[in-house]
Structures are given as C-alpha cells and as structure tokens.
C-alpha cells in the first residue's frame, strides 16, 4: 500500500482565497483524522471521521473550516477563507481499528500571504 | 477531557548516554502510542502499547506503560546521533471516544 496521501505538499496562497487539502487514506481503514501542526499549539485534532461519518468536529477552530468524506477513499478539508493565522502543516491520518496506530500522510505545509 | 503531557519538552544529551522520557495522560487509557517525527517530516509511529505493563524494544528504544500510574516511559539506551528528533506519546481511550490526543512533544537533540 502507498499509505497515505495528501495533496498538495505544499500550498501557498492569498488571504482571503478558498483552500482545499485532499487526503486518501490507506485502504480498508475505516477512520480518518485530520491534524494541524503549529510551533505554537502543537498537534491538534481537526475533525476525524468512522466510516465516513464525522465524529467529532470540536477541533474545528471556526466556520471558515469544513471537511468532507464523500467516500471511503477520499477526504478533503477546505477553509474558505484563507487567512495568515492558518498557516501550519496539516495531516491527515487513518487506521483501521480501535487497537492500532494511526498512519500519516505526509502532510500539506499551508502558507497564507 | 483528555490531557497528555509529556516531559521533559527538550533533552540534549551526549552520544553513549542514557535518558528516559516521560508521558503522562490524564484519565484512563486503553492505547498508548509513540511517534517520531522527524524535522520537516512525518510522524513514524514506533510502539503500540495496548495493556498495563506491556513493553516494547526496538534497537535502543525500550517503550513501558503503568496504567495504573497513567504513565509511559521511553528510555534511550546509548544515544546515538540518528535518534535526535521529536517524540510525541499519544493516547485514546473509549471516554474520548477513538480520537488520538498527541502529547506536546519532546525535541531530542543528541549531540557528538
């Protein structure tokens, strides 16, 4: 397996435009996680998915954040809009039961000018 | 809610030397995960420890947990320069339902 996949690696845009992360997760993982890395807060739980369903959404720091999993295959998380503060690394992550590790992508480094 | 907290936040340590890391959390635990991560990369996952007392060893790594205590150890034996990165714990537990709640990290720098 490829493990997981996000893209872009990297993305740098204007405050104020739409951003979207993608991830595909591993197959046959049934959770999906999206993380956001700063120096400041650490890691941090965006949002994470079972099956395709969001579970848990309180990490979501405002309405200008929203994710999808329209599929068990695919992911994305958009801000809209974009603004500086957002800046951080973001990754996403899968695993496939309740008793083993979460894998990561290899992370979409966010850059609002 | 669950807390994790690791310490200490940064550790230098010379080559051939010993040190533990600690991570604590703060409610019960049924997983407890480490991670490394190194600069401008991913996160590696390395032990799974899955029951009280469960103990895992890879190369100079040795990774415990006390669920009792809420607490779980890395110990580095002989450092060695290819381990300088960061280390994250991380835990879930059935309250917090199947998230992951990451400790913030301890920044290994072993030096020559």
């Known amino acids: 397996d490829a493990g997981v996949i996000q893209s872009p690696r990297h993305e740098v845009t204007e405050m104020g435009q739409e951003v979207t992360l993608r991830c595909k997760p591993i197959s046959g993982h049934d959770y999906l996680f999206w993380y956001r890395q700063t120096m400041m807060r650490g890691l941090e739980l965006l949002i994470y998915f079972n099956n395709n369903v969001p579970i848990d959404d309180s990490g979501m720091p405002e309405d200008r954040f929203s994710a999808k999993m329209p599929n068990a295959s695919f992911s994305t998380l958009k801000i809209q809009p974009s603004e500086p503060r957002d800046s951080a690394v973001y990754f996403c992550?899968?695993?496939?039961?309740?008793?083993?590790?979460?894998?990561f992508g290899q992370g979409t480094r966010l850059t609002v000018v | 809610e669950l807390k994790v907290e690791q310490n200490p936040l940064f550790l230098s340590m010379q080559e051939g030397k010993n040190y533990t890391i600690y991570c604590n959390y703060s409610?019960?635990?049924?997983?407890l995960y480490w991670y490394r991560q190194d600069p401008g990369k991913s996160l590696e996952s390395l032990f799974v420890?899955?029951?009280?007392?469960a103990v895992k060893q890879e190369g100079r790594l040795m990774a415990s947990l006390d669920t009792k205590a809420r607490l779980s150890t890395l110990h580095i034996t002989a450092a060695v320069h290819d381990l300088s990165a960061t280390y994250f714990c991380?835990?879930?537990?059935?309250?917090?339902?199947?998230?992951?709640?990451f400790g913030e990290g301890t920044q290994l720098t072993v030096n020559p």
């Open positions: 992550a899968s695993r496939n039961s309740l008793n083993t590790e979460a894998f």
């Open positions: 991380a835990v879930d537990s059935r309250t917090s339902g199947s998230r992951l709640t």
């Open positions: 420890l899955l029951s009280n007392g």
């Open positions: 409610t019960t635990s049924d997983r």
